[in-house]
Every structure is written in structure tokens, then in C-alpha cells.
Antibody, heavy 123, light 111 residues
Framework: EVQLVESGGGLVQPGGSLRLSCAASAFTFSDHYMDWVRQAPGKGLECVGRIRNKANSFTTEYAASVKDRFIISRDDSKKNSLYLQMNSLKIEDTAVYYC?????????????WGQGTMVTVSA | QSVLTQPPSVSGAPGQRVTISCTGSSSNLGAGFDVHWYQQFPRTAPKLLIYGDNNRPSGVPDRFSGSKSGTSASLAITGLQAEDEADYYCQSYDSSLSGGVFGGGTKLTVL
């Protein structure tokens, strides 16, 4: 079964760091652009950022709200995994973070979603 | 304030047809970028419902359809069923922001 499974969420103090992981299975991970989407409690969806595939040099894009604080990376070799390094966390970063696959690279439609992992930033 | 504007809520009786609008601008829908639609039930991850303006992934009933014209898009649901009660989000790309953007979401209530 095609699947994405996130891990690494938790409680962190403002200014702290956290690294989320997302394990992919049952599809050719290396072909796809991969993204992170978040949803604050009771709020809508927000694109956090994306990482392109090897054919497109693994380049990244970030939402203005997280640029220079968050870093997206991927391991296409053995682990088929996506990562989100979150630094200088703010209270407003509190959200469920979803790992998602772009159905067609570059076209933004997210056809596979992980179950989400909760990140709470609080003192 | 979302880049794509959706009504906060819509409602309809079982069997009826409802539409959910998504209004953008010249830097997203009006520029011809694809619009996609997602369905989300409480405490679960969203599910892709429509991609590329009007295409349904395998397994999505043909009661769901999408359309786009100019700076607006719509999701239509015909033969409304109780299990359609959920939140619905539109999504596109915005060239001014250089990134993906979502609408604020619409809560569908089946009366």
C-alpha cells in the first residue's frame, strides 16, 4: 500500500528546534516532488514548502512564514524519507504537520497524505 | 486572509446539488494555474478530490465535479449524501507568492 508515515512531533519551547521525518513506502519516492503542509488547530491548510526530485536538483521552496527557519531535505537512497528541520520555533508554528506527495511533479496536487504529526510550541 | 477565497459554509438537503466557490486573482487561477480540491473529515488527513481543474482520482464518485473560469473555480456535488458532510479546500499555485496556496476552507453541512 502506498503510504507516508510521519514521526517526530511533540512539545517544544519557543525558540527551540524539532526535526520531523516522513517514511515513504510502496512507490518510487525518488520520482516525486515532496511537500509539507500544516494545519493549525481549528484552522485551514497551509503549504509549508516543497523539495523537488533529483532530476530537478533537489531544489526547495518555502512559505514566507517559515523561510530561513525551516529546512526540507530528503533521502532517496536507502531510507526513502522526507525531513523537516524546524528551527527558531514560534508559538504560531503550532500545527499538525502533514507529509504529502505531489501526484505529478510540479503540479501541486497532493494525492498521498501522511496521517500527520502534531507540533506544539509552548512555554 | 487566504489568497483563495471560499465561503465559510454551505448547506444542502440530501439529494440536492451544492456548489462551493473558490475565487482567486490574476496571479493564480486567472493565470491559468490548476485548481485542486480536497475533502477533509474531522481529525483525519485531507483527501484529493479533484485535480487539474476537473479530474477525479480513481475511487472518487462522479457526483463530484470541478470547473474553472477566469479567476474563479467551483466544486459541485450532486445527489448530496450525509457522508459528504466535511470541510472542502481549493488549492492552486500563486506566482506572486511563488508557492502553493489554499483557500480558507468551506464546511459543508447536510441538512
Amino acid at each position: 500500500e502506498v503510504q507516508l508515515v510521519e514521526s517526530g512531533g511533540g512539545l517544544v519551547q519557543p525558540g527551540g528546534s524539532l526535526r520531523l521525518s516522513c517514511a515513504a513506502s510502496a512507490f518510487t519516492f525518488s520520482d516525486h516532488y515532496m511537500d509539507w503542509v500544516r494545519q493549525a488547530p481549528g484552522k485551514g491548510l497551509e503549504c509549508v514548502g516543497r523539495i523537488r526530485n533529483k532530476a530537478n536538483s533537489f531544489t526547495t521552496e518555502y512559505a514566507a512564514s517559515v523561510k530561513d527557519r525551516f529546512i526540507i531535505s530528503r533521502d532517496d537512497s536507502k531510507k526513502n524519507s522526507l525531513y523537516l528541520q524546524m528551527n527558531s520555533l514560534k508559538i504560531e508554528d503550532t500545527a499538525v504537520y502533514y507529509c504529502v506527495r505531489e501526484r505529478i511533479p510540479g503540479r501541486w496536487a497532493y494525492d498521498i497524505w501522511g496521517q500527520g504529526t502534531m507540533v506544539t510550541v509552548s512555554a | 486572509q487566504s489568497v483563495l477565497t471560499q465561503p465559510p459554509s454551505v448547506s444542502g438537503a440530501p439529494g440536492q446539488r451544492v456548489t462551493i466557490s473558490c475565487t482567486g486573482s490574476s496571479s493564480n487561477l486567472g493565470a491559468g494555474f490548476d485548481v485542486h480540491w480536497y475533502q477533509q473529515f474531522p481529525r483525519t488527513a485531507p483527501k484529493l478530490l479533484i485535480y487539474g481543474d476537473n479530474n477525479r482520482p480513481s475511487g472518487v464518485p462522479d457526483r463530484f465535479s470541478g470547473s474553472k473560469s477566469g479567476t474563479s473555480a467551483s466544486l459541485a456535488i450532486t445527489g448530496l449524501q450525509a457522508e459528504d458532510e466535511a470541510d472542502y479546500y481549493c488549492q492552486s499555485y500563486d506566482s506572486s507568492l511563488s508557492g502553493g496556496v489554499f483557500g480558507g476552507g468551506t464546511k459543508l453541512t447536510v441538512l
